[in-house]
């Protein structure tokens, strides 16, 4: 079975699930508060990984288990970051800023992994990097919404390069698991000052499952095993693919309308998995070549 070309589909499965909560939770945040909405979320997404496999957590060594939790304040931190600098910013902005993670996770990568990235790594980060801006911005200052968001991308990126240096297939669902569990802690602490509050309607309530169970514990899940098989760049790249969603879904099921913005940035981050997975094929004929000689 060829896992890193499976691996690639599945965050890209991740990614569609996560770009198809942008126009639900746009909606939902106009009746509830961010803190009290992802502290829900992922409570309800906590719950389910603990009842769906309840031994996963404790058969993890206490190194995983330590990393988990580093690992799940990393990413509860980000989305306090992210939802607070929203508030800032415009959303085209706060997506394109957060965006920059693709940018963040092959430099710190290099520093942090000593991880050596490839010239056509760099020019997929590139393609990327700009398909975001087309996709995104309209204008941008750099305000304390824009350097919120950015520190967030930092953390994302961070998160990117542990899971990819901690996880394995054998770890993945406790890994998770205790993830959630912190990323919970996290958000309920920064949702105590204003109270909490839950929705008020059956569809909202739909809203909320539907972001916990799918977009939440199973994408996790799956990008936590995903990663084991994928150098930290390669699934940053792939997980850029999640506005290019975002975009599909609010022409398909909100009020948008298709525009050159959308088909330009959508086809230059698509060119960019492209290079991204052609890279490591080139070099394998090349070692194939080699060794026949």
């Given at each position: 079975m060829n896992?890193?070309?499976?691996?690639?589909?599945?965050?890209?499965?991740v990614?569609?699930?996560?770009?198809?909560?942008?126009?639900l939770?746009?909606d939902?945040?106009?009746?509830?508060?961010?803190?009290?909405?992802l502290?829900?979320?992922?409570?309800?997404?906590?719950?389910?990984?603990?009842?769906?496999?309840?031994?996963?957590?404790?058969?993890?060594?206490?190194?995983?288990?330590?990393?988990?939790?580093?690992?799940?304040?990393?990413?509860?931190?980000?989305?306090?970051?992210?939802?607070e600098?929203?508030?800032?910013t415009?959303?085209?902005?706060?997506?394109?800023?957060?965006?920059m993670?693709v940018?963040?996770?092959?430099l710190?990568?290099?520093?942090i992994?000593?991880?050596?990235?490839g010239?056509?790594a760099?020019?997929a980060?590139?393609l990327?990097t700009?398909?975001?801006?087309?996709?995104?911005l309209?204008g941008?200052?750099?305000g304390?919404?824009?350097l919120?968001?950015?520190a967030?991308?930092?953390?994302?990126?961070?998160?990117?390069?542990?899971?990819?240096?901690?996880?394995?297939?054998?770890?993945?669902?406790?890994l998770?698991?205790?993830q959630?569990?912190?990323?919970?802690?996290?958000?309920?602490?920064?949702?105590?000052?204003g109270?909490?509050?839950?929705?008020?309607?059956?569809?909202?309530w739909?809203?909320?499952?539907y972001?916990?169970?799918?977009?939440?514990a199973l994408?996790l899940?799956?990008?936590?095993?995903?990663q084991?098989?994928l150098?930290p760049?390669?699934?940053a790249?792939?997980?850029?693919?999640?506005?290019?969603?975002?975009s599909?879904?609010?022409?398909?099921?909100?009020?948008?309308?298709?525009?050159w913005?959308?088909l330009?940035?959508?086809?230059?981050?698509?060119?960019?998995m492209?290079l991204?997975?052609?890279?490591?094929?080139?070099?394998?004929?090349?070692?194939?070549?080699?060794?026949?000689?």
């Open positions: 896992h890193p070309r499976l691996a690639v589909v599945a965050l890209l499965a990614a569609a699930a996560w770009g198809s909560t942008f126009f939770t746009k939902l945040l106009t009746r509830m508060d961010v803190a009290d909405y502290a829900l979320r992922f409570l309800i997404a906590s719950v389910a990984l603990v009842l769906v496999h309840p031994p996963a957590i404790a058969r993890l060594s206490r190194l995983d288990r330590g990393r988990a939790v580093a690992l799940g304040i990393t990413y509860g931190i980000a989305q306090l970051l992210q939802t600098g929203l508030r800032h415009a959303a085209s902005v706060s997506g394109f800023v957060t965006g993670y940018v963040f996770t092959p710190l990568a290099a520093v992994l000593r991880h050596k990235i010239r056509w760099w020019v980060v590139i990327a700009v398909g975001l801006g087309v996709l995104s309209r941008v200052s750099m304390p919404g824009e919120l968001t950015l967030s991308a930092g953390l994302y990126a961070l998160h990117i390069i542990g899971l990819g240096a901690w996880s394995t297939s054998a770890n993945a669902f406790g998770s698991s205790l959630m569990i912190t990323i919970t802690a996290v958000c309920a602490i920064g949702a105590i000052p109270g909490f509050s839950i929705p008020g309607t059956g569809g909202d739909v809203s909320v499952f972001m916990a169970l799918v977009s939440g994408a899940i799956v990008q936590t095993w995903a084991a098989h150098t760049t390669r699934a790249i792939a997980m850029t693919m999640e506005p290019v969603f975002a599909a879904f609010a022409v398909l099921f909100g009020s948008e309308s298709v525009t913005r959308m330009v940035g959508g086809a230059l981050v698509l060119s960019a492209y991204v997975e052609l890279a490591p094929r080139r070099k394998f004929e090349a070692e194939v070549q080699h060794l026949a000689q």
